[in-house]
């Protein structure tokens, strides 16, 4: 075995857990993971950075006596890698006993997901390149105010990852994603905004610079001369992007393992209503080119679809190995695991609020006075444990149904559980940015300091 | 690792694409131990290690990297990096090996004490804040981790330089409930030292303080709402002076011109009570090195004096722009990303107002006793930041705990603003966030007093208006 200094994966990782067994571990997984990214950021015309890298690392976790240890190595020679699972094996003298350590069995199948493009890895840099400036160059032809680009960026990432376990899991999958990022400021008398516009998407067909840079422009030119406005309380117009940050917040509260720990705002609530009619929220890892779709979860179960808020009903939680054999129920695929460098938590893939019928235009003409929020700063100060939200905000002030002059350096504070009751509309124009989405929705009432 | 001669036919290959380039190699011993429910959940041991190759052509940056350390494998990377950057004539690469001017001197290694004894911290910390109050103390949180980080850093300019960077960090979150309310408490303490940081900050300490913050955020109201006085307490922590300012004046962001600060060298952009200082060689504190990731060594750099703007942060490339030296402050978060201009510790100097008479000159207003996260837009200059113990100030004294709340303000308009500076200095520290790339760092300031800061608290009915 050890003649040989580097393995492909599949052995690495099955080899792993073999040695990790013999080692004296009653369970054993080996997680490897490898990516190659590429980042070209073009600041008037161009190439500023160019970026390319390439990390590989394994994570083993082994469980005996009922603990758990970890450890992990970006050095894939055997020799180093052994070391590594006695350090696993090692760490498990200090951990905590638990009954509910386990590891997943194999399943009968995964799903097939379409995660790669074949076509991302025959486009040449050049291509690559040119994607970056066409997107600074639509948003500097936008509008003559537009006058500085902060970022104008393509990007690309192609992944593999290999899991084995000792209760017969030995599974991969090889993914791709492209994306474009631009960031870019508009000038009038001294005065600076910025505005952005992003898109990722697992083909490259389907990337439209033109698109994120107009976005971008249009952003930053509709804040030149935006106030502050007097303290009030009043209904709340969500753009996507923004809902889109709150839904964060919710997330972990739908976690089995913040109800099991006693730190979810909806704990005790499964089949009772805990937000608006119109709310449905959704966590699916098998939707059709969502950028954190895959087979199967970082331990090896099959990942799915689940409804956790159904019309303003909590349906349940999301669930891994562990937290699903504390509650005796099933896990739903939601072992989070986004590098080698740690076990597995519990998290989200593909999260979203289910879309309505009106329109963007509709939910805004029927708000008489308001604020179409467009902008939060300092999001991840939310409370995801109380609930309390308290961000800086920007906007477009709504009057008689209509956007009138832009406002910022306010403040817009409440409560999370306040926000999902508070819901009264909910827009068509569902929107995800990487793993999260959601449409425009309404809230009937925030507090807005100025 | 590679030997000098290595690395000195690496950057010769490298260096054909441009006119600088450099390597910069890492390896990393990590330990995180988790604790939660009670339990020692997490036990985790990580080595990384990998290289990072940056060639730079005028305006240009080229980099690459990799987990592969061996010479032929970064031969490679330099030859794909430097093509990245174009053909340029040779040129014989000779290092110099530079040695530290700044001394940190670590007292008890990690690598030296058992997983045990650091479990045994992390317990500590656990039992004390359930000791606390084991009725309302619901669930408690303990995070433990320090990092061995070797460092090569050699370039073409000559630069040679060898370093061990050690780290200490442990976080306690506490979540204390009655009835329907929840509420939580977050007291964390980090340093570039080993062990003997739980002398000075005992993690039973760190416990209790955090459920004792959680507690009195129980009984805590919602914050007002709308524009009033606040003083940041010194014990607050820096945050504020972070954000309002210490981002805008990072080189790479000023000549941007993304910076409201852009071209106000020798300008009054604050109150002469504002003297602001960017200090990388503070012994033990979290943001401090002897070296940047550039291998240029740490300083103290006063960027505000009395008011007056005297210097940005610079790295190698936004120097050589503004015919400026490097002021240290050129650093990366791993070998997987090329250095920007960061702050290491940041603060405002202290004046020379007792604290105690700061909040009895305030009539009205918001006491900040501990602030927690915060963000800054550097180009129009607005930031926020979060309240994390917060009390209302009434006739001059301190009355009844508020929660809940954000604070912002416009960063020039607010230095302006400052009107009373305390003697008294408090750090706290932090993971500043930059372009995807976290770095450690510290600020501080001492108590100081805004006359008008907005405060986004609640109003109870619609229609409200302050």
């Known amino acids: 075995m050890n003649n040989k200094a580097r393995l492909d994966e599949r052995e690495l990782v099955t080899v792993a857990v073999a040695e990790a067994k013999q080692g004296g571990a009653e369970m054993a997984e080996a997680f490897f993971a490898c ?22 690392g394994i994570g083993i976790r082994v469980i005996r006596r009922g603990c758990l240890g970890f450890a992990y190595t970006s050095n894939l020679n055997w020799a180093v890698v052994k070391k590594t699972i006695e350090a696993a094996l090692a760490n498990v003298r200090t951990a905590t006993k638990d009954p509910y350590n386990t590891l997943p069995e194999a399943p009968i199948r995964y799903p097939e997901p379409d995660l790669e493009d074949p076509a991302l890895k025959e486009i040449s840099l050049e291509e690559k390149i040119e994607k970056a400036r066409e997107i600074e160059r639509a948003g500097r032809a936008y509008d003559p105010r537009v006058q500085l680009t902060e970022r104008a960026s393509y990007e690309d990432s192609h992944y593999l990852v290999t899991i084995a376990n000792s209760r017969g899991v030995l599974a991969s999958y090889r993914g791709s994603f492209c994306g474009g990022y631009a960031v870019l400021v508009a000038g009038a008398g001294g005065e600076q905004q910025t505005g952005f516009g992003l898109q990722f998407t697992r083909k490259f067909a389907e990337l439209n610079p033109v698109a994120i840079g107009r976005e971008a422009a249009f952003k930053a030119v509709r804040m030149l001369g935006a106030r502050r406005l007097e303290t009030r309380r009043v209904p709340v117009v969500f753009d996507p992007y923004v809902i889109t940050s709150f839904l964060g917040i919710i997330a972990s509260a739908l976690t089995a393992e913040a109800v099991q720990k006693g730190r979810s705002l909806f704990a005790g609530k499964a089949g009772k209503m805990v937000a608006a009619q119109g709310v449905t929220i959704v966590d699916d890892a098998t939707l059709a080119g969502g950028l954190l779709s895959a087979p199967f979860d970082g331990e090896g179960v099959p990942c799915q679809r689940t409804v ?15 937290t699903a054999a504390k509650d005796g129920v099933a896990s739903t695929g939601n072992a989070a695991r986004d590098s080698f460098k740690s076990p597995p938590e519990l998290g989200c893939t593909n999260f979203y609020l289910v879309p309505g019928e009106a329109s963007r235009d509709e939910i805004i003409k029927e708000t008489e006075r308001g604020l179409y929020l467009t902008e939060v700063m300092g999001m991840h100060t939310a409370n995801p444990i109380s609930g309390d939200f308290s961000v800086g905000a920007a906007g477009i002030w709504i009057e008689r149904g209509e956007l009138t002059k832009p406002v910022r350096g306010m403040v817009i504070a409440g409560n999370i559980m306040e926000l999902l009751e508070l819901i009264d509309a909910v827009g068509s124009d569902l929107r995800f940015f990487i793993g999260k989405g959601a449409p425009t929705v309404r809230v009937a009432s925030l507090t807005l300091s100025g | 690792m590679l030997s000098r001669e290595d690395l000195e036919d690496i950057l010769e290959v490298a260096q054909k694409g441009g006119d600088f380039a450099e390597i910069f190699l890492e390896q990393k011993e990590v330990t995180r131990i988790g604790c939660e429910a009670d339990k020692i959940e997490r036990v985790i041991s990580g080595h990384e290690q990998g290289a990072g190759i940056r060639v730079l052509r005028g305006e240009h940056t080229a980099y690459g990297h990799t987990n592969e350390l061996s010479k032929d494998s970064l031969i490679k990377l330099a030859r794909q990096v430097g093509r990245a950057a174009r053909e340029n004539p040779v040129s014989s690469v000779l290092l110099e090996h530079r040695e530290p001017s700044v001394s940190l001197v670590v007292g008890q290694r990690p690598d030296e004490v058992e997983i045990d004894g650091k479990v045994a911290l992390v317990r500590a910390a656990n039992e004390a804040a359930r000791n606390v109050d084991n009725k309302l103390v619901r669930q408690v949180t303990v995070s433990y981790g320090d990092v061995i980080q070797q460092v090569m850093i050699a370039s073409t300019e000559g630069t040679y330089v060898k370093d061990e960077r050690i780290r200490s960090r442990l976080a306690v979150n506490v979540v204390a409930a009655e009835g329907d309310v929840i509420q939580t408490g977050f007291e964390a303490a980090g340093g570039t030292e080993g062990l003997e940081l739980y002398q000075k900050e005992a993690p039973w300490e760190l416990g209790r303080r955090a459920a004792r913050r959680a507690l009195l955020m129980l009984n805590a109201r919602r914050a007002p709402a ?7 307490a010194g014990e607050a922590g820096g945050t504020m002076i972070h954000e309002a300012c210490g981002h805008g004046l990072e080189a790479d962001l000023v000549q941007k011109k993304l910076s409201v600060y852009a071209g106000k060298k020798g300008e009054q952009v604050a109150s002469e009570l ?14 401090s090195y002897r070296f940047d990731d550039e291998g ?9 004096e009395k008011g007056v703007l ?7 490339v936004t120097a050589n722009r503004d015919g400026a030296s490097p002021t240290g402050n050129g650093r990366r978060e791993s070998f997987q990303n090329r250095p920007i201009p960061r702050m290491s510790n940041t603060y405002l100097a202290p004046g020379d107002t007792p604290p105690d ?16 996260g915060g963000q800054v837009n550097t180009t129009n200059g607005d930031f926020v930041f979060e309240v994390a113990e917060g009390y209302l100030i009434e006739d001059g004294e301190v009355t009844i705990p508020v929660r809940g709340a954000t604070l912002t303000g416009n960063g020039p308009e607010v230095l302006k603003q400052i009107d009373l500076v305390g003697r008294d200095l408090g750090f706290a520290i932090g993971t500043c966030g930059k372009d995807g790339q976290g770095v450690s760092v510290s600020d501080a300031q001492p108590t100081i007093r805004i006359p008008e800061l907005i405060v986004g608290g609640i109003l109870e009915k619609e229609g409200d208006r302050d």
């Not at chain 1, 956790?308 to 562990?322: K, P, V």
């Not at chain 2, 709308?226 to 940041?232: I, K, P, Q, T």
Request: aromatic share 6%; with cysteine.
């Open chain 1, 308 to 322: 956790l808020i159904d019309r303003g009903r909590l349906q349940g939680f999301l669930y891994n190995t562990y």
């Open chain 2, 310 to 316: 005297c210097s940005y942060m610079y790295d190698r």
């Open chain 2, 226 to 232: 709308g524009r009033m006085a606040v003083v940041l």
């Open chain 2, 296 to 304: 240029n060594p740490a300083q103290r750099t006063i960027l505000i």
């Open chain 2, 357 to 372: 008479e700061i909040i009895r000159e305030t009539k009205a207003g918001l006491l900040v006793r501990k602030m927690g």
């Open chain 1, 35 to 56: 990516s190659e990214e590429l980042v070209v950021e073009v600041r008037n015309g161009e190439v500023e950075t160019l970026k390319m890298a390439r990390e590989e």
């Open chain 2, 274 to 287: 504002v003297t602001v200082i960017d200090d990388g060689t503070l012994p033990g504190k979290y943001g």
